[in-house]
């Protein structure tokens, strides 16, 4: 699965706009990584006319550690501008339609693209809050609840995350969890994503992952919210409509 891309130029050019933020900090990011390379070229042609002076070849060996030092802090922050435009665009989908399946789907994008993750599963409470319902799986999750069409408790990780609301790492004994996320919004938890296993290349969750994770769960629960009352609203709507169309009928 991948992100829907969104145009750069669609989020506008005001300074106050994060996407154009991000834009503009990878701009930098590129302009300074020529820089570093022109510096490199010119440490070498340095080196090449500079004999065996010893006092020069300390100075070019000093600015040719400084160079790679910061060549690597600027990969780190590629990477990182790279994944804050990826979680932009990931919350900006989530909230841009009140498809209820669309923004399942979205959430799905988010814990593959995003997380890395190979294994999961969403939970969802119904409409009358009696039941969680286990709306999307992705693998074969090697646990009780997995064959199950709701949860009904027995996960001390998932049991602990849903009582408080609050983000949990496994493993811990009797659990194949790895991750929780609880999905929350004005104090009650419509559901949970449940990470299961992550991607090979995905040795583990890290602190950035938490961070992320975080947000999912805030953006991830409003957006179902808002979903779930808009199709709510147009079924009675429709309801409505068949009733006037009865009347006019009659």
Do not use: C
Request: net charge negative; proline share 4%.
């Amino acid at each position: 699965m991948a992100f829907r891309e969104q145009n750069p130029n669609a989020a506008g050019t005001d300074n106050g706009d994060p996407l154009a933020t991000l834009m503009r900090a990878r701009q930098l990011i590129h302009d300074a990584q020529q820089a570093i390379e022109e510096a490199s070229q010119s440490v070498v042609q340095q080196r090449a006319s500079s004999g065996e002076i010893p006092e020069r070849e300390a100075r070019l060996a000093r600015a040719e550690n400084d160079r790679e030092e910061l060549a690597t802090r600027l990969l780190e922050v590629e990477h990182q501008v790279g994944r804050l435009m990826t979680l932009y665009v990931a919350t900006y989908q989530l909230h841009a339609t009140l498809d209820p399946a669309d923004v399942q789907s979205t959430i799905a994008e988010i814990a593959v693209n995003l997380i890395g993750a190979q294994q999961f599963a969403l939970l969802l409470r119904n409409e009358d809050g009696s039941a969680l319902e286990i709306r999307m799986q992705e693998g074969n999750i090697d646990a009780p609840w997995s064959s199950a069409a709701t949860y009904s408790g027995g996960d001390p990780l998932v049991d602990a995350a849903l009582l408080d609301g609050v983000l949990r790492f496994g493993p811990v004994e009797g659990s194949p969890v790895l991750v929780v996320v609880p999905l929350r919004v004005q104090d009650v938890t419509v559901g949970a994503l449940l990470i299961t296993r992550l991607l090979s290349h995905k040795a583990k969750l890290d602190e950035e992952d938490r961070e992320i994770l975080d947000l999912l769960g805030a953006h991830a629960a409003s957006a179902l919210f808002a979903s779930r009352v808009y199709a709510r609203a147009a079924r009675k709507l429709r309801t409505l409509e068949d009733l006037i169309k009865l009347v006019k009928k009659g």
